[in-house]
């Protein structure tokens, strides 16, 4: 495999975009990262969504319908899916592609359109993450099997409730200084704690917002992009992704995000680095209790331990392992087939030092987790500046 390097990215604003359609959303960020990249063409289009042909538009083929936007005619283009985790999943396609030397450029479109569809067809195509015939007929959405999970974690170690509230505080913290989120406004202890209720125990400051949303990036040859040139080279040093059963029940470690420590592994080991060399996390903050099994199935905090981490600082800005840098899913917005693609974005602009008033200090090495379902698909790449 040859070296991998992200040569442009693109990302618009998380929100209600009532006057763009799914196709106008990804076409957007689309060009936004050709343009990056100092590119008019590549030689494949990957679009990762994960509702538009059954929920929210009724459109199948995208990868064409997008090609087509932009004027990309006469290119492969596909869509990919792997529920919340498309994005990483077409990231990681399209990596391969690149790094096998089948294709030289590569550009990734992560796109969901949420906000006109009404609030129980988009809950009921969440569920489609989970499993169909043993958990889906029981009547959970997705929220409250995330909830079963949280109140199982606060029995099994100890925690209260309000010990995951840090995770959502640091989140709005970033998102306010991000001017692409969602949500752009710092939250307190005492809001978190007064927050309405949605699953027993997941609140509103507990759970991430949906969104319209696309982030495009373009990847190709590491060798291509010159020393010297107006940005750091930023490398996917690791690439790696795992699955679990789809159904929570039959996990032999319901507690523990077993693809993730299992892509997790692999990333590192791919990258030759530990926890302790990363510099930045863009974890999959979907729901707080996702936070905390993110953090250790990666090995930043033993089980069981995640609330600790986040309550002693060390996720915060200037922490030893700053997460949702840019606001995460929590403030950001979780645009679900698009997130995967946000977080390699987001991660890829702290590399090259634009992030802005999200940026970490003397970042290097940056990872992505994308988890799809409620741990059943889980991919993690490590980025570094090369």
């Not at 990957?46 to 538009?52: E, P």
Request: proline share 5%.
């Amino acid at each position: 495999m040859r070296d991998v390097a992200i040569y442009g990215t693109g990302m618009l604003h998380v929100s209600e975009h009532w006057d763009l359609s799914v196709i106008d959303l990804a076409g957007r960020a689309a060009l936004e990262a050709l343009n990056d990249a100092g590119l008019e063409r590549v030689d494949s289009l990957l679009v990762t969504n994960m509702l538009a042909a059954t929920q929210t538009t009724g459109q199948l083929n995208l990868g064409a319908r997008v090609a087509d936007w932009i004027g990309l005619h006469g290119i492969e283009a596909y869509k990919v899916e792997a529920a919340c985790g498309s994005g990483g999943s077409g990231f990681r396609a399209a990596w391969m592609a690149v790094g096998s030397g089948a294709i030289d450029l590569a550009l990734v479109v992560g796109v969901e359109k949420m906000t006109e569809t009404p609030g129980p067809e988009i809950t009921a195509g969440l569920a489609t993450a989970a499993d169909a015939d043993f958990e889906v007929p029981m009547g959970p959405s997705f929220v409250a099997l995330n909830a079963l999970i949280m109140r199982r974690y606060q029995h099994e170690y100890g925690w209260p409730h309000e010990a995951f509230a840090p995770f959502s505080i640091n989140a709005h913290a970033n998102g306010a200084r991000n001017p692409l989120a969602r949500l752009q406004e710092a939250v307190t202890v005492d809001e978190y704690r007064k927050a309405r209720m949605v699953s027993d125990p997941i609140n509103l400051l507990d759970a991430s917002p949906i969104g319209d949303g696309a982030a495009a990036i373009v990847l190709g040859p590491a060798d291509r992009i010159l020393p010297g040139g107006r940005r750091p080279r930023v490398v996917v040093a690791g690439s790696a992704a795992a699955t679990d059963s789809i159904a929570i029940h039959d996990r032999q470690a319901p507690l523990r995000l077993t693809a993730g420590e299992q892509s997790a592994a692999a990333a590192y080991s791919m990258a030759g680095v530990a926890p302790q060399d990363i510099d930045f996390f863009e974890l999959h903050d979907a729901f707080s209790i996702m936070s905390a099994l993110s953090l250790e199935a990666c090995g930043f905090a033993e089980p069981g331990q995640g609330p600790r981490l986040a309550a002693d600082g060390a996720i915060f800005a200037g922490g030893r392992i700053p997460v949702a840098t840019f606001g995460g899913l929590k403030a950001r917005g979780h645009p679900v087939g698009a997130t995967g693609v946000y977080q390699l974005a987001e991660a890829t602009r702290q590399l090259w030092g634009e992030a802005g008033a999200c940026q970490v200090d003397g970042a290097r090495v940056g990872m992505a987790q994308n988890i799809g379902g409620s741990g059943a698909t889980i991919v993690t790449h490590i980025l570094r500046q090369a």
